[in-house]
């Protein structure tokens, strides 16, 4: 007998595009001496009190499950680091969840909200899972186009133009991933009101809470009334430098923590335990290491957002995260044409813009996390590029 394989897999997975950015990956893996610029991952290594810290539980043989949410000393180290830097309250027992990675939690967010049918705002350029995260919790993506004139950033109107009565939720990203881009205080409350006005729930996706460099981070869950509509996702794969940890949480009132910890204790039981060990260490020491992080990644980022305008690739500074988004339309090319003649002529990989969204047509995403050195060697490979061209 002979299975026809394809019959027998989801439609709804056959349907879903992979992920645009993986093919410049290993395109960019299986070629001698390029620079990536790809990659959204520090170039810095974990703390070494954090890694001593999981080789400790080790050595202690702390190797069982956890419970389901996550080591409770974790999860009050979580809502203590979140009460201190973003004032926003939450109790560790039943209001804050250990997930394995940021996107874990994201995934229990939709399913945890989501009926057949429901449509989810998805804000573009965006994170290349939202929308396919929406579609396997059985929802609508439904997206609002940014536009690089106002860097990005999503206007209170956007929403109302698109809200319909099957309208349940609001994904947030902020800072941004791919434009770097950061809501302030009062362009986050403007969008609350859109939110109240039709009773819509938010997913704030603040993994890049900590790398903000030119005013205070403000929590979508801190605003006047957002904190009971609010499921805060975040992790510490960017700030902390522990992305192969793979140590996400999500923050929310009870009734959607619990609901979301149901779909965990079946899926996933619990995040990694010597995982969890280093995050308490991260939490209770890790503030300086974090700190001269950012810096220099602050420092980099002003050296390459000038260095790409100086080239005649406009780029607005970008406020978080560790991208520049610069446009490229002045080149006559797509985005894609762009990533791949300049990794192929030039060694420097980049991720094409239209991979985030129809918005995202016409600029590029360059990670500034890799050390100055390689920047400017980059910069010299995008000149010669730009000269040609």
């Keep these: 007998m002979t299975y026809r394989t394809k019959e027998y897999l989801s439609e709804t997975v056959v349907n879903l595009k992979p992920s645009g950015i993986r093919r410049f990956f290993d395109l960019a893996a299986s070629m001698e001496g390029v620079i990536s610029l790809g990659v959204g991952e520090p170039d810095f290594v974990t703390s070494w009190s954090v890694r001593e810290a999981c080789i400790l539980s080790l050595e202690q043989g702390y190797t069982s499950y956890t419970a389901n949410a996550g080591l409770l000393e974790l999860r009050e180290e979580i809502a203590s680091y979140l009460l201190r ?59 609002i186009q940014t536009s690089g004139a ?51 729930l938010v997913i704030s996706d603040e993994i890049y809470a900590e790398l903000t460099y030119d005013e205070a981070y403000t929590s979508f869950a801190a605003i006047e009334e957002m904190r009971e509509r609010t499921i805060l996702v975040s992790g510490f794969s960017k700030g902390f430098a522990m992305t192969g940890w793979r140590l996400g949480f999500a923050a929310a009132p009870s009734e959607f923590l619990q ?104 600029y590029i995403r360059c990670s500034y996390a890799s050390s100055l050195e390689q920047l400017q060697e980059a910069v010299k490979r995008m000149k010669r590029f730009l000269t040609r061209l």
């Design 85 to 143: 830097n973003f004032h926003v309250g939450y109790d560790p027992k039943t209001e804050i969840l250990v997930t394995v990675g940021a996107s874990q939690a994201l995934d229990l967010a939709l399913r945890a909200i989501i009926n057949p049918g429901d449509e989810v705002i998805v804000v573009e350029p965006s994170f290349v899972s939202y929308i396919p995260l929406v579609v396997l919790a059985g929802g609508i993506p439904v997206s």
């Design 150 to 200: 106002d860097e990005f950033k999503l206007q209170p109107q956007q929403i109302e133009q698109v809200i319909t009565s099957k309208t349940k939720a609001l994904i947030l990203c902020s800072p941004n991933n791919p434009t770097g881009t950061v809501l302030n205080k009062k362009e986050l409350e403007a969008i609350s009101e859109i939110v109240k006005k039709y009773d819509l």
């Design 259 to 362: 609901a979301m910890l149901k779909i965990h204790q079946y899926t996933m039981m619990c995040a990694p335990t010597m995982a969890q060990y280093g995050a308490i260490e991260a939490l209770k020491n890790g503030a300086n290491d974090v700190e001269e992080m950012k810096k220099s990644y602050r420092r980099r980022r002003n050296y390459f957002v000038q260095s790409l305008n100086e080239m005649g690739l406009s780029c607005h500074l970008p406020g978080g995260a560790f991208y520049a988004f610069p446009s490229i339309k002045a080149t006559g090319l797509t985005s894609e044409q762009f990533a791949e003649q300049l990794l192929l002529e030039e060694k420097v990989a980049v991720v094409p813009g239209m991979v985030f969204g129809e918005s995202g047509e016409g």
